[in-house]
Every structure is written in structure tokens, then in C-alpha cells.
């Protein structure tokens, strides 16, 4: 959570294990991967894997939520890849998909998407 309390004005995110506790929208604390149950994923992509070229179904799903150690907004993005789902905070302003996308695309293209998946499939 060290990274969650860093300074205000640096741009995080940050892959977050979905156990933590957050606080919803409406205020309720929850594990993360029960504030976005049930929920359809707005934004849909064929994304293609940059090592081996091939194509994956990238589905994003994004709302406000907020962390007892932090005082200001957070979002979360539950991100689904090869039915794989993993979640990432941060503290850019997410409210479109076109911000989603400008946030998620990068972390793709630099190699830490793969190291994601490489931790999840090690636990």
C-alpha cells in the first residue's frame, strides 16, 4: 500500500492484489473484486500480444473508489484478458473509455502486462 500513499502530484498505477479493502462509490468498504461484481465491462478491444502478434480479447471495466490511507480519488480498473482478471488503481482521472484506454494501452505496450500475468500464474 506504500505506493497508494505516495505523493498527490505523481501519476500511479498500480496492479493491486483483489483482496484489498476499498471504499465504493457509495461508501461501503469492500474487497476489490466485490465493487465490480456483476458488473458488464464497458470497453471492448482485440488487443494484439506483442511478443507472439497474437490477437486477445481486452475487455476494461472502471468506477471512483477511495482508500482510508489516501485522501484523494482513486479508480479502479478491473481489467479481463484471456479470462484472466486482474486490477489495477490509479490516480488519473478515469471517466472516459478513451481515458481508459490512453491509461491501459501503455502499460501493455512496456512489458507489464505480461509480468502480470506471469505473477498470477505463479500463485
Same mark, same amino acid.
Given at each position: ?32 473484486? !466485490?465493487?465490480? #461484481?456483476? %458488473?458488464?465491462?464497458?470497453?471492448? +478491444? ?7 502478434? *497474437? ?17 484523494? !480519488?482513486?479508480? #479502479?480498473? %478491473?481489467?479481463?484478458?484471456?479470462? +484472466? ?7 488519473? *482521472? ?30
Amino acid at each position: 500500500m506504500n505506493t497508494i500513499a505516495s505523493g498527490i502530484e505523481s501519476k500511479i498505477c498500480d496492479k493491486m492484489e483483489k483482496s484489498h479493502i476499498f471504499i465504493d462509490k457509495n461508501g461501503n468498504e469492500k474487497k476489490l473484486w !466485490q465493487i465490480g #461484481l456483476g %458488473k458488464k465491462y464497458f470497453a471492448h +478491444k482485440l488487443i494484439h500480444d506483442l511478443h507472439t502478434g *497474437q490477437k486477445m480479447q481486452c475487455d476494461l471495466w472502471w468506477t471512483e473508489v477511495r482508500h482510508v490511507s489516501y485522501a484523494y !480519488q482513486l479508480y #479502479l480498473l %478491473k481489467v479481463r484478458i484471456r479470462n +484472466k482478471v486482474f486490477y489495477l488503481i490509479t490516480n488519473e *482521472q478515469v471517466k472516459t473509455e478513451d481515458q481508459v484506454w490512453i491509461l491501459f494501452l501503455p502499460i501493455r505496450d512496456d512489458g507489464k502486462l505480461k509480468q502480470v500475468f506471469a505473477m498470477e500464474n505463479a500463485s
